[in-house]
């Protein structure tokens, strides 16, 4: 039995293992390091890798591409909608998940990413299979450092479905930086991982010794890559067509997909020479079509989506608390890496930080993870250090408390596996019942975060608002699994919830939400600051409700008034719950200033009474 490490990419995959003191690429039988995540089902049979992309131009509408991104979402993510005008297949909404639509045997088949991509799995499986000469039962299945709690349940899913133990889900930043870091002496290092492949963006940064990979922070984009590229060249040769040959092939699936074949190849000889020639036969309607483009002109098509690459690399410095000078090393993985203005833009940004290519950029991310997957098997056998990787948590993790604020329990970036313990307290008297709504994001409010599960805990001893604490506990495993438990402090009464894919309400994509976390960053500030105003206000009415009702310093006149005061300004927050910050700090000021009497005398006559209790104990 043998473990392998598994970069299932977007547009390629690529798979190695650990043998003889070094990692090996797996080859398939013509010879190739990687496979086209490519599944193609026709009249006969389903094709899988390279001859499923060969055919592709021919069957359009039932050549499948692109599944990555695909997996672990809902159908109306707004990504996803974006995705469908470039897609030739069908895709459809089953109950609020996407289901790909094809012709199969002569029969209409619904099939889930999942199973998609477990088709793709089962076959680097079988390459390995046939490479190494024994069975594969068990591997390590890379994921975009961005992908979601949904996305990688649903990549492990994938990978069960295909026949394999998933023995780690391990982000693909990580793994390359494991597999450039094997066997050096580096000493402690801080580089970036500069990851940009066919349908993903990923950067982070880590801190490599000689034996701990420690991730300190990660941000990128995880619909933004070659396929962008290439989009941009079809759309440019698409208007040359329609320019020469007065003829629109938008609505043409087969010619569309002939010439994404042709820009890819263009856009490959770019990174060498400095013009690519197109060449199409019967383009559409019997139309030979031949077209010119420019290094130059590739890099301006493309000049937007190359300088949102730099932007992530701004906030994951921001979030790692380094300085461009604390680098010592950007690593280079992923195809796209190889076009020339990506590496001229790294090179400006960095100032003089040496560029690594030494692991071939489509390969390094498998590399890690056989390295992984070599160590999590435990097979003593192999002659390799137990190297010790730790990730981090690529968005907060919270719950709702009053008034819909976001209560981080597990903030962005904290280092996995790890165990994070809040408390929280009942919001209504006598409450017996607790909502736990868990959210994912960086928002102050949970309405602009994304919605992980809920459950409730039953049973909480009745008492006054505030009284009961209620410990919750969020645990994150290696593979950024997330579980969470809730425990009465009193009763003991617990609850506990592993948040899978299935209990996603919603799927909001993860760029866009931080994207708009740093747009509102300071309305966001304001509006916590008017909510924890308005939480303090009614907690400090409630807290003198309740003291007034239980002591007996007060005469029956000045108790009455007392509460009566307490109604008064519950009144008047619940008609003023939308005010200003400042408003609530008046009111505030206000009832502290004219209830300052009536606690002094309670405090007051309180005082003696703590001090017997004390010299009595």
Known sequence: MAAVGIYLGTTNCCAAFWRNGKVEVIVDEQGNRTTPSYIAFTETNCLIGESARNQAAINPGN???????????????????????????????TNGKPMISVDFKNEKKKFAAEEISSMVIFRMKQIAEAYIGIKVDQAVITVPAYFNDAQRQATRTAGTIAGL??????????????????????????????????????????????????????????????????????????EDFRKHFNKDITGN???????????????????????AVVTVKSLFNNIDYSGKISRELFEELCSDLFLDTLKPIDKVLLGARLDKLDISRVILVGGSTRIPKVQSLLKDF???????????????????????????SGDRQRNINNSLVFDVVPLSLGVE?????????????????????????????????????????ERSLTKDNNLLGAFHLNGIPQAPRGVVKVDVTFEVD???????????????????????????????????????????????????RRLDARNQLETYIYNIKHTVNITQVLSHTEKTYMLEQCSLAVDWLEEHGDSLREEFERKMSELMHGWSDTMKKIHNALQPQAKRRRTES
């Open 63 to 93: 050549t499948i591409f692109g599944a990555k991104r695909l997996i672990g979402r809902q159908f109306d993510d707004i990504g996803l909608q974006r995705d469908l005008c470039n897609w030739p297949f069908k895709v459809l909404n």
């Open 478 to 528: 290696l593979n950024g699994i997330l579980s969470v438990t809730a425990r009465d402090r009193i009763t003991g009464i617990a609850e506990r919830v592993i948040i899978r894919n299935e209990q996603r309400l919603k799927q909001t994509y993860i760029r866009k939400m931080l994207a708009d976390a740093e747009v509102f960053r300071d309305e966001d500030i304001e509006e916590k």
């Open 401 to 441: 408390t009053a008034r819909g604020v976001m209560f981080k329990v597990v903030e962005r970036n904290t280092v996995i596996p790890c165990s994070k313990t809040k408390d929280l307290t009942t919001l209504e008297d006598n409450q017996s019942t607790m909502t736990i709504e868990i959210f994912e994001g």
């Open 165 to 238: 133990k998933v023995l780690g889900i391990t982000n693909e930043p990580t793994a390359a930086a494991l597999a450039y870091g094997l066997d050096k002496n580096l000493g402690d290092k801080n580089v970036l991982i500069y990851h940009l492949g066919g349908g993903t963006f990923d950067v982070a940064v880590l801190k490599i010794g000689n034996s701990v990979h420690q991730v300190k922070a990660s941000s990128g984009n995880s619909r933004l890559g070659g396929d962008n590229f290439d989009s941009r060249i079809v759309a440019y040769f698409t």
């Open 350 to 376: 960095f100032k003089g930080v040496p560029l690594t290519t030494s692991i071939n950029p489509e390969e390094a991310v498998a590399c890690g993870a056989a390295i992984q997957a070599a160590v999590i």
């Open 253 to 275: 699936s087969r010619s569309k997909r002939r010439l994404k074949f042709a820009a890819e190849m263009a856009k490959r000889s770019l990174t060498s020479a400095t013009e």
